[in-house]
């Protein structure tokens, strides 16, 4: 009998065992079977020494680590397939129990180099050490496609949707709305993030308000141009934020009056008719006004002065011009965005003169009682303005000159003499008004000399 025809007896001795053994009571037919068991288990091991055996739903790993690819920001975007499944070739008491869990399909991106699609071959790695061969494996490669990975900074915007101002409020959505934290890290693929040129945190409540606000919301577009980035692409991309406080300020509207004050006028000088002739290129602006400071109804008719005319500096048809940002009280916006308010002075039925004023008649007043003073400066000239029958009176008997000799308090030791400013009044006509000197001083100026008193 050959070595071949071994096996074949035995399962032959083993089937007429295991007729006869149901023939038996019952404790020697479960003694029976437990042996049969024991001896086919030995049958089979040594007639049978290796098997082959499937292995299914194997991870696979993409293996980055050390490669030229992982040191140039290349990182596997997609890959075709999460396992897969094999047929392993061994002794019985390696791969007999092998399960999915002590297996690894390692994809290696070692001849990784550009940021395109590759083909990688997958090596079976066992993480318990067990040996055998692999027979098959399905698939054999798996597809992966790889991509530069990039971190892009970008400002966030607000963007409203459903929100808007009840009626009679306003909403600044120029310059009051506002985003915090005001920007965003995005970090993904460069195919993707690349072209992406802002972005907005959305806020999308169906409101109306009456005051000022603040929303949060976790919801970011993306924008290519004015293309918004696709949720697809989105899915890529990670992000270093992810809550986001949108501020929206609520602002009353309001109608304001505007106002010129006058200074440095003359004593007596009719600052009333004056002003009615001036010509401001705007009465009055439309305004939003902080909810908070959102006046009652009666104060609608609330006066804001734009400036000081000083009448100094006023020569005749001579504009000034009063930047509206600098008049406005603090919150408030100029909705009409006049940005400037001009004031043009009276042109009509006036004249201009210079007079001479001799020192004799111009006055010293408050004079310190330490001191004795006398003007050396044969006299002063400056230029008057007024209406033309007013000015063809004018002479300088109606003119009240005068220097101030307070200023004298201050006198240092040993100083002989003091430049001092002239002021002008003319009580005899109220619409005539001194604009200084020909060489552009506001106040004209004499030489006061100052000697000490004998004690």
């Known amino acids: ?68 690819a992982a040191s140039h920001g290349l990182q596997a975007m997609s890959v075709s397939t999460e396992t897969v499944n094999i047929v392993v070739e061994g002794q019985r008491e390696q791969v007999g129990n092998l399960t999915a869990e002590e297996l690894v399909a390692v994809a290696s991106a070692d001849n990784v180099m550009y940021a395109v699609e590759y083909n990688l071959p997958i090596e079976i790695v066992c993480s318990s050490g067990k040996k055998f061969s692999v027979e098959s494996i399905e698939p054999a490669f ?194 009409n965005e006049i940005g400037t308010v001009t004031v043009k002075c009276p042109s009509e039925g006036l004249t201009k003169r210079a007079i001479h004023i001799p020192n004799q008649s111009i006055q010293l007043v408050n004079v310190p009682s330490r001191y004795d003073f006398r003007i050396v400066t044969s006299g002063v000239m400056p230029i008057f303005i007024g209406s033309e029958e007013s000015m063809e009176q004018l002479t300088y008997i109606d003119i009240i000159a005068r220097v101030d000799m307070l200023n004298g308090l201050n006198i240092e030791e040993g100083a002989s003499y003091l430049p001092m400013p002239v002021t002008f009044s003319i009580p005899a006509f109220n619409d005539v008004w001194c604009i200084g000197t020909e060489d552009g001083a506001l106040s004209p100026r004499v030489t006061v000399q100052v000697m000490t008193k004998d004690d």
């Open 142 to 335: 798996v597809t992966v496609d790889f991509d530069e990975i990039i971190s892009k900074e970008i400002e966030l915007t607000p963007e409203l949707s459903g929100i808007s101002a009840a009626e009679g409020y306003f909403i600044d959505g120029e310059d009051g709305v506002a985003v915090v934290p005001n920007t965003i890290t995005v970090t993904g693929p460069a195919e993707v993030l690349k072209n992406v040129t802002r972005a907005s945190a959305v806020v999308s409540e169906d409101v109306s308000l009456t005051k000022t606000e603040d929303f949060i919301t976790n919801a970011v577009k993306l924008y290519r141009g004015l293309a918004v980035v696709t949720e697809e692409d989105k899915e890529k991309l990670s992000f270093d934020k992810t809550d986001f406080t949108v501020h929206v300020p609520v602002y009353g509207k309001k109608t304001v009056q505007l106002n010129v004050r006058i200074t440095n006028a003359p004593d007596g000088f009719n600052t009333a008719a004056f002003m009615e002739q001036l010509e401001l290129s705007v009465d009055e602006i439309e305004v939003a006004v902080p909810n908070e400071a959102v006046r009652e109804t009666e104060n609608d008719s609330e006066i804001i002065d734009i400036g000081v005319i000083d009448m100094r500096e006023v020569d005749i048809g001579k504009e000034f011009s009063f930047e509206v940002a600098s008049f406005l009280p603090e919150g408030y916006i100029d909705r």
């Open 1 to 68: 009998m050959s070595a071949l025809d071994i096996p074949g007896n035995i399962v032959k001795k083993v089937s007429i065992f295991f007729s006869r053994l149901f023939e038996k009571d019952v404790v020697v037919k479960i003694t029976s079977l437990a042996a049969a068991i024991v001896i086919w288990f030995i049958i089979s091991v040594s007639a049978y020494p290796t098997m082959k055996k499937p292995v299914y739903s194997i991870p696979v790993q993409i293996a980055l680590d050390g490669t030229y």
